[in-house]
């Protein structure tokens, strides 16, 4: 079904392996416009519940947009080029299922980019971040300006956006732009137990707090109480948190059926 993409689902769990290792996973047109279509997959396959998103080779996450493509850009096409990512990405954070980036090496420009848009990290211990743009004469066009400071701080992000630099698994862990560092050999692993861990739970409240934590995130503190309390008020009317709360107290482990 896609040329650039391996795309699998199995018990619950879809894999998206971008799949360009010979040049290291770049993001082409193509690949973007497979990526929204795999996204919108994830969005409305109901089998699917969550989904690891990776690169293929030991190399390489994403080393960024096809900078051959980039060459022959003029400002409409440029921006229809970023446009064309950001709704792919945001589609992706928006699809209501937790997605995990599993970093199995460099992810600079849209692969940082990429990675931001999935909802948590796992870095393998070779993996490398960076925003190296500035250093092509262009910008990020995929969110880095906008989902970077909100991870990490204003200053931080600006440090790695401005300088284009890179920064290995550990630093990119002790600012917090990502959750964890494993070993590459257990990248996949690691990403799926952390996925079950979180599939146990009731589908309905993690996609309540998959939307109260993206969309609240650009409202007011006022404006996102509220929203928070409605979906608290909907989730209100579930069998799952009757099924949940039941459960606590008849200590038993409960069956969730996102109802
Ligand atoms: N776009 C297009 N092709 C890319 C690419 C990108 N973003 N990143 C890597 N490639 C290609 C290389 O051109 C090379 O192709 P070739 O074998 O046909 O010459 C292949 O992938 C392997 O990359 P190479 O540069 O030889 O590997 P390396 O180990 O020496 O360096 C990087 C790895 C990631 C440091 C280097 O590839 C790089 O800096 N890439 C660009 C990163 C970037 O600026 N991204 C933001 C783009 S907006």
Not at 191 to 212: D, F, H, Q, W, Y
Not at 232 to 239: E, I, K, R, Y
Request: proline residues 3%.
């Amino acid at each position: 079904m896609f040329t650039n993409l391996l795309f699998d689902s199995a018990d619950g769990i879809a894999r998206l392996t971008i799949n360009r290792p010979d040049k290291l996973n770049a993001l082409n047109a193509d690949v973007i416009r497979e990526l929204g279509e795999a996204a919108l997959r994830i969005e409305q396959d109901d089998a699917i519940r969550g989904a690891i998103v990776t690169g293929a080779g030991p190399k390489a996450f994403v080393a960024g947009a096809d900078i051959g493509e980039i060459t022959t850009q003029n400002p409409v096409s440029g921006r229809r080029r970023a446009l064309n990512g950001q709704a792919a990405f945001r589609r992706l954070e928006r699809c209501g299922k937790p997605v995990i980036a599993a970093v199995n090496g460099f992810a600079l420009g849209g692969g940082c980019e990429l990675a931001m848009a999935c909802h948590i990290r796992i870095a393998s211990e070779n993996a490398k971040f960076g925003q190296p743009e500035v250093k092509l004469g262009i910008g990020p066009g995929y969110g880095g300006t906008v989902r970077l400071p909100r991870l990490v701080g204003r200053g931080r992000a600006l440090e790695l956006l401005l300088t284009g630099g890179m920064i290995d698994a550990q630093e990119a862990w002790r600012i917090g732009l990502v959750n964890r560092v494993v070993p590459a050999d257990q990248l996949l692993a690691e990403s799926e137990s952390l996925l079950r861990k979180i599939l146990e739970n009731g589908p309905l409240a993690v996609r309540a707090c998959l939307e109260s934590v993206t969309a609240g995130a650009d409202m007011s503190l006022d404006d996102a109480l509220a929203f928070e309390a409605n979906l608290f008020g909907v989730l209100s009317g579930t069998d799952d948190m009757r099924e949940g709360t039941a459960a606590f107290l008849e200590k038993r482990k409960a069956t969730f059926r996102g109802e």
